[in-house]
């Protein structure tokens, strides 16, 4: 894995899950890597997670955290996974295209309109989606979403770093849900209501075994969107329904009620399953 020509050096915006592993693998791929995060505890505990992973005889790109997004300007490609909330993304994408008005925006949202982020940046053709998938540095998969208005030459850069950082990527088209989730979050919607309508005649363990065993699937429905996090699986169903207005878009009430208990699943400890500290 290195570099593609005109890209030394990577913008992350938001330094969650997804922006520390995205962080992570461009790092390993010999990237210097500017992170920023509105919450500048956040950008401390990527930093931490991103060195533990890395150790100390760690020689490929330098990571910087920023204090401020105006750090990112001199990053030829910014990748933008801050909360999966339309206005949230679009006032980054926004001040991003002013602050780098030369580089490529990506967004690594789940489900909402790339065309419609991409609108209110100074040049829709820089913008397109590059959606990672969870747990970053595992994941072999990137998923690049062409805009209406993306430009070839935008597309053709995110294939090649996607190969530069050791992903197969395929080229999906804006629509909700793009092409995973857009099978995805059905899915899991459909097994949480599921779960629901069966509780008290199978244990959470047992549902989950369920699916492995009959699907070949690495973890159950109910312990995936407690990786993904129940915030985040709400965000999406949400977007999707508000595109879509599709039954099977509809976020469970259950995990409407579990997001307001503060169980967002295994970054707050609690989900459908309870997480020891220090997991
Ligand atoms: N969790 C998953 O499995 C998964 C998979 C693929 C894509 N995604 C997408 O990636 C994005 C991030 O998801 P996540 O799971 O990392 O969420 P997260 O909640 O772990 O992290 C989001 C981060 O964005 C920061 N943030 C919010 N607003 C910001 C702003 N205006 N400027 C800078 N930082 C800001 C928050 O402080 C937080 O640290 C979402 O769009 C989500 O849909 C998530």
């Known amino acids: 894995m290195s570099s593609i020509p005109g890209v030394t050096s990577v913008g992350v915006v938001g330094a969650g899950l997804m922006g520390t592993g995205i962080a992570q693998v461009c790092l390993q791929a010999g990237y210097d890597v500017v992170v920023f995060d509105s919450n500048p505890e956040a950008v401390l505990r990527a930093d931490a997670r991103i060195k533990k992973v890395l150790g100390d005889g760690f020689a490929g790109g330098s990571l910087v955290l920023a204090n401020f997004m105006g750090e990112l300007a001199d990053c030829e490609l910014i990748i933008e996974a801050v909360f999966e909330r339309r206005d949230v993304k679009q006032a980054a994408l926004k001040e991003l295209g002013q602050i780098a008005p030369n580089s490529i925006l990506a967004s690594n949202t789940s489900t909402l309109s ?92 047992q549902f989950d075994q369920a699916y492995k065993n009959a699907l070949g699937h690495p973890m159950g429905p109910l312990t995936l969107a407690d990786l993904v996090g129940l915030d985040v699986l709400t965000d999406a169903a949400d977007s999707m329904w508000q595109q879509t207005r599709r039954p099977d878009h509809v976020c469970p009430e259950i995990i409407r009620q579990m997001v307001a208990s503060g169980w967002l699943g295994r970054k707050s400890k609690k989900g459908f399953y309870t997480y020891p500290a220090k997991s």
Not at 121 to 127: A, C, E, G, I, N
Not at 137 to 146: D, G, T
Not at 147 to 173: M, N, Q, R, W
């Open 114 to 205: 790339i065309t419609d982020l991409a609108s209110v940046t100074p040049d829709p053709r820089k913008v397109a989606g590059a959606h990672f998938f969870s747990p970053v540095p595992k994941m072999k998969a990137l998923e690049v979403v062409r805009a209406l208005t993306t430009s070839d030459e935008t597309i053709a850069l995110l294939i090649a770093f996607g190969a530069s950082i050791g992903k197969d990527t395929f080229v999906a088209p804006d629509q909700a849900g793009f092409l995973i989730n857009r099978t995805l979050i059905p899915f899991m919607i459909n097994c949480i209501n599921e779960w629901v309508a069966l509780r008290g005649s199978m244990t959470m363990e």
